[in-house]
């Protein structure tokens, strides 16, 4: 439902294209091509003995490489501006090689759960948690993803700093915004490893499907500086998020389904070039981190341990995400005013002209 109404959003913002002049301010729109990388893990376990003995965890690791085609609008009016943009996949693109482990921990294991830590003022820039393990099983294989996303971001210029980019001009922002990701993964052609008697390695098929809900809200600034026909523009956004995953193992006929919150960061450097007294391009680079706790609980499975495991109130998780992008596009500015030199064929009569006509009549 929340999704239906950003998207119900984004169609009355685009509408907006197709007022009349008279009630419009500035209106700015462009197509986008993104790639993307980084890594996505999730993780599970305790360094200390659970009531099993057991010292342990799990990680699924999947790669965040993929491209991302879109399309925003902006809106301007004096210091204020509004963009809301939708970004997707189109399809289920192939992003590499994906992992499940299954691990032992010792005595010199560690287990770093905090990234951001705000009392402290100090920053861990991992997406591991555990680490000094021993796989006791090892999945892998390949990986695709589909993600789509929505967010619409408002800001407000100070000094003489301008919304619109064809504009000199040159100072701070203070920014907001939201944005919604749904994504999913499928783990195939998995090849397993299991620490048995004897021990098991052979190709298994279909591993699991991961999908995701991602909500993020931001809050920071950043500066903009505009000077002929290039501009400059740098932004840096702390978040807060919260995120909720079904992960579907196929071979075990088990879900666990995850609700994570957490925080995290965005960062933006842009530059642009304007070709045209309309039109520009610009070439992006995008940061984001996001880094988040939480609790899974299980649903269904085959063995007596899985199905013992749904009776749990829920175990600790850890879905941490870094990434990157690189991002060209070009923006188009709407022309709404039209040129003074085109008027009515009636007032190009030379004045003579009209009052020798009026004089014969």
């Given amino acids: 439902m929340l999704v239906q109404n950003f998207i119900k959003i984004f169609v009355f913002f685009i509408l907006l294209l197709f007022l009349p002049k008279e009630s419009q301010a500035e209106i700015i729109w462009g197509p986008s091509i993104e790639k993307s990388g980084g890594e996505y893990i999730f993780e599970t376990g305790n360094k200390f003995p659970n009531l099993s003995g057991i010292r342990g965890g799990s990680r699924i690791s999947f790669p965040r490489t993929f491209t991302l085609f879109g399309v ?8 204020w501006e509004i963009n809301g943009k939708i970004k997707t996949t189109g399809w289920n693109q192939k992003s590499g090689e994906a992992r499940d482990e299954d691990f032992l921990l010792g005595t010199i294991s560690t287990e770093k759960t905090t990234n951001i830590a705000t009392r402290e003022w100090s920053y861990r820039d991992a997406a591991t948690v555990y680490s000094g393990s021993r796989n006791f099983a090892d999945g892998k294989g390949k990986s695709t993803i589909v993600e789509n996303r929505i967010e619409f971001f408002g800001r407000y210029y100070f000094q003489d700093a301008n919304p619109d980019y064809w504009k000199e001009g040159s100072g701070f922002f ?16 998995v090849n397993q490893f299991i620490e048995t008697t004897p021990v098991f390695y052979a190709p298994i098929g279909l591993g699991l499907s991961y999908s ?29 998020g919260r995120i909720k995953t079904r992960d579907f193992h196929v071979q075990r006929s088990i879900n666990f389904f995850s609700e994570n919150y957490g925080f995290g960061w965005a960062s933006k450097i842009e530059m642009g070039y304007q070709f045209h007294p309309s039109w520009l391009s610009y070439f992006r680079i995008n940061h984001r981190r996001f880094f988040s706790e939480g609790r899974f609980t299980s649903q269904g499975g085959l063995t007596v341990s899985d199905l013992t495991s749904n009776l749990v109130s829920g175990f600790k998780s850890h879905i941490n995400i870094k990434d990157f992008s690189i991002e060209i596009g070009v923006l188009n500015k709407i022309e709404w005013n039209v040129p003074s030199d085109i008027k009515p064929q009636q007032q190009d009569i030379p004045a003579k002209e009209k009052t020798e006509s009026n004089e014969s009549n």
């Fill in 72 to 79: 925003q609008a902006t809106y301007t009016k004096n210091r």
């Fill in 174 to 189: 203070i920014s907001t915004g939201a944005r919604y990701s749904y994504f999913k993964y499928l783990f195939y052609d």
């Fill in 212 to 240: 995701n809900d991602l909500w993020e809200v931001f809050y920071g600034g950043g500066y903009r500086y505009s000077k002929n026909n290039l501009y400059f523009d740098f932004s840096f956004m702390p978040s807060i």
